[in-house]
């Protein structure tokens, strides 16, 4: 898996990778245990973020595009 980057609004390196579609058990046992965050089952390639910040919930893609709270 790729390394996670730092927040681009707070610089915090508190930072997860975000998972589409529909979680199996093991994908729901790594949310729970705070490896992963769950994007939802439906997928929009253009319009979703891949890291998401556990300090300030700021999500973007791994291009810089920055997605709203």
Do not use: Q
């Not at 579609?21 to 790594?30: D, I």
């Not at 919930?57 to 791994?62: F, K, L, T, Y």
């Amino acid at each position: 898996m790729e390394k996670p980057p730092t927040c681009l609004r707070c610089s915090s390196d508190a930072v997860l990778p975000i998972a589409y579609g529909l979680p199996s058990p093991e994908m729901v046992e790594e949310s729970v245990a705070g490896r992963v965050v769950l994007g939802g089952c439906l997928i929009f390639p253009a319009e979703t973020a891949d890291w998401h910040c556990v300090g300030c919930a700021h999500e973007w893609r791994g291009n810089g595009t920055i997605f709203p709270l």
